[in-house]
């Protein structure tokens, strides 16, 4: 018998490898074709990205796939702090190793002219403006999560469609600004291997922040008791 909390982090190493396999290997793909891609095209590919595997993997590990959903769940008593742990590891590995990958498979001028996908402040973008955009952002792609996948009265086979969503029209709106990550293991796997730090904390403060502010509101505001 295959233990529970392996179960877990397969799901969610597998979940965030999808991720940011697809979400930012698009970026790589649009310096590969000339900007074939877009900035339309990178938000979809990461709004479904999430939608599939969050729709796959909601029956067993959740689909957490971010650091910034699995401590807010954590924080708000819907998550044990040790099982939690495992996922946000899980997490970072499976970004990593999909970082790993597109620095195999796109030529090094490629990848290294968008830092394998790494997300960046725009010029002229301050720390704190980034941190505010990651922390709105994130707060939007919480909200959605709790009312479509953890609160009973609106959880459903729509869950996934509706976070992915959430995911494109944010980085659709912030894209441009900060990247749009909105999770900390978006920016660290291809951070890690790129070795691009730049304002790195950004997005660890941001997205926990706001989504954490997001998860109160929802838990102990709108949530219907039990």
Not at 156 to 163: K, P, R, T, W
Not at 194 to 223: D, E, K, M, Q, T
């Amino acid at each position: 018998m295959v233990n529970d909390w392996f179960k877990w982090g397969v799901g969610e190493l597998v979940g965030t490898f999808t991720l940011i396999f697809i979400g930012a290997g698009s970026i790589c793909l649009d310096a590969f074709t000339g900007g074939g891609v877009g900035l339309v095209g990178i938000a979809f590919a990461h709004g479904l990205a999430i939608a599939v595997m969050v729709s796959a993997l909601m029956h067993t590990s959740g689909g957490h796939l971010n650091p910034a959903v699995t401590i807010s769940l954590v924080a708000t008593g819907k998550m044990k702090i040790a099982p939690g742990v495992i996922y946000v590891i899980a997490q970072l590995l499976g970004a990593v190793l999909a970082a790993l990958c597109l620095r195999e498979i796109f030529p090094p001028e490629t990848w290294q002219s968008v830092s394998l996908g790494a997300t960046v402040l725009a010029d002229g973008v301050t720390a704190g403006q980034g941190i505010l955009m990651e922390g709105i952002l994130t707060f939007f792609l919480l909200f959605v999560i709790w009312g479509t996948g953890v609160d009973s009265r609106g959880a459903g086979q729509i869950a996934g469609l509706a976070i992915g969503l959430t995911i494109t029209l944010d980085i659709l709106a912030g894209g441009g600004i900060t990247g749009g990550s909105m999770n900390p293991a978006r920016t660290f796997g291809p951070a890690l291997v790129a070795g691009v730090w730049s304002n790195h904390f950004v997005y660890w403060i941001g997205p926990v922040l706001g989504g954490l502010a997001a998860s109160f509101v929802y838990r102990f505001v709108l949530l219907k008791e039990e």
